[in-house]
């Protein structure tokens, strides 16, 4: 009989297949340091590998196995690679991804007490846990995992325009930085907010956002009949690691009865470090934050988190109480955490958070990032003594930009330019390192981000030693 209709495979298939997965994976953390972080391929490339039809008939999984591990994997960016230092790497952790295999083998369902009483208990367990850290009120607040930062954000904004605004939000106006991650303009357009509702606020030379213009913006708005409603701080940004004023723009808040959301899906866990958390005063002060544990919790993707000071205001946005639903409500202790947010259907990710925080302990943590701080600005005092570098933006929360400009060379800008973007070219081309520029005061300049606990000053000396030389070549 003809039992394929069931998708299974044997015991000792499946035993065989498992091993041989855990042990690419393993090999992969183990010499991932000694390979090339950079895949460059072209459209065409990719089709003439993978372009077809789709299969009628079995092919043996070794062999399916094999062509994924020798085509597919080499084709990917190593995220987690020591010199994989532009966007916001994803250093990850073995323990995590070992957790995600088992939820993701026993095909938790995350989204309801009924369905896995465990997976909603450790996402209130790991939720407190990281209320307390932010110093939100754990016994009203609470928050919701999600994929990443951008539907932590899309979450927050649409709990703050239900708790601010009702239904009528015709005339509301949201304020954000020249320097807030473009995530948060994604989440204010698919929400239905038209281009003038939304105010830009210029930053200041440090790239915070800067304070008299966001007063006299939303006391223009008042005198116009508007209704400002929310503001948006960064805590990190994604260009500088920048840190907005976040006491006085809670002050402000206060004053207006604003909505005050903090994006600090890059920044936020640095509140493990003193030096961190130094930065981030006045990130308690925040209705909502969003952070982003697949990054600087090293969390393999995907893992973002939205806390809220009061876990009523999720319920109240986005409880629905469909017939199919009405037996496994449950007592209110129970949370069902498709009533706090936009997914029905949800995946276990509380669950390697959980056994990464139990299996390294929270003090491993605050070293990882401390480190990751520490090594920025050592970064930058090696900088600092070269005579062909300059520093642009100085070392914050493990991010730094800069751009090869010798002393005593008479470039134009427009030429520094040039030659800054044609080092990053030929780095990534060389795929020695993911190392890519950005634009900060109309200057092309080359950006790290530094929160790999396994990348060290040598990784970067030598970057840099390969950076000057492609320099030589291009002058």
């Known amino acids: 009989m003809d039992n394929s209709h069931k998708l299974q495979l044997s015991k000792e298939e499946m035993r065989e297949y498992g091993y041989q997965v855990i042990d690419t994976i393993v090999a992969h953390f183990d010499t991932e340091n000694t390979k090339k972080p950079v895949a460059l391929a072209s459209r065409e490339e990719m089709d003439l590998l993978f372009k077809m039809e789709a299969p009628e008939e079995a092919t043996n999984y070794k062999e399916v196995l094999d062509f994924v591990t020798e085509k597919v994997l080499p084709n990917s960016n190593i995220v987690t690679h020591p010199k994989s230092y532009s966007f916001v790497p994803g250093p990850s952790n073995y323990v995590s991804v070992m957790a995600d295999t088992l939820a993701t083998g026993f095909n938790v369902f995350s989204g309801g007490w009924a369905a896995s009483p465990a997976a909603a208990e450790l996402e209130i367990v790991t939720m407190n846990w990281l209320l307390k850290l932010f110093k939100f009120p754990t016994k009203k607040g609470g928050g919701i995992f999600t994929s990443g930062g951008s539907m932590a954000n899309l979450t927050a904004l649409v709990t703050a325009r239900r708790q601010r605004c009702g239904d009528d939000f015709s005339k509301a106006i949201i304020y954000l930085s020249d320097q807030a991650h473009s995530s948060n303009i994604k989440a204010i357009r698919v929400l239905g907010f038209k281009k003038e509702q939304v105010r830009i606020i210029p930053t200041d030379i440090e790239f915070k956002m800067a304070i008299n213009k966001l007063k006299n913006a939303i006391a223009k708005d008042r005198l116009e009949g508007l209704q400002p409603f929310c503001i948006i701080a960064s805590a990190g940004t994604t260009n500088t690691g920048t840190v907005d004023p976040l006491t006085e723009i809670a002050k402000i808040c206060k004053t207006e009865k604003l909505w005050f959301h903090i994006d ?116 930058e005092a090696y900088l600092r003594k070269s005579a062909n570098w300059e520093v642009i933006s100085p070392a914050t929360l493990a991010v730094i930009n800069f751009r090869y400009n010798p002393i005593g060379t008479k470039y134009t800008e427009k030429q520094l330019d040039a030659i800054n973007q044609k080092i990053s070219k030929k780095m990534v081309d060389s795929r020695e390192a993911l190392l890519v520029t950005t634009i900060l005061q109309n200057q092309v300049v080359l950006r790290m981000c530094l929160i790999n606990p396994r990348t060290t000053i040598l990784d970067i000396k030598d970057t840099l030693k390969t950076c000057e030389s492609f320099a030589k070549e291009i002058v």
């Not at 986005?318 to 449950?330: A, H, N, T, V």
Request: aromatic share 12%; glycine share 8%; net charge positive.
């Open 264 to 379: 600090g899906a890059y920044g936020g866990a640095a509140i493990l470090s003193k030096k961190g958390n130094q930065l981030l005063k006045g990130i308690e002060k925040a209705d909502s934050l969003t952070i982003d544990p697949h990054k600087w919790l090293f969390q393999p993707y995907e893992m973002g988190c939205l806390l809220v000071r009061n876990h009523k205001w999720l319920s109240q946005t986005f409880s629905e109480k469909p017939e199919y639903l009405r037996d496994i409500e449950g007592n209110t202790s129970e949370i069902n955490f498709y009533d706090h947010g936009i997914q029905l259907t949800r995946r276990f990710r509380a669950l390697k958070f959980y056994m990464s925080m139990k299996t390294f302990g929270l003090s491993a943590f605050k070293k990882a990032i401390s480190y990751s701080i520490n090594l920025a600005e050592e970064t």
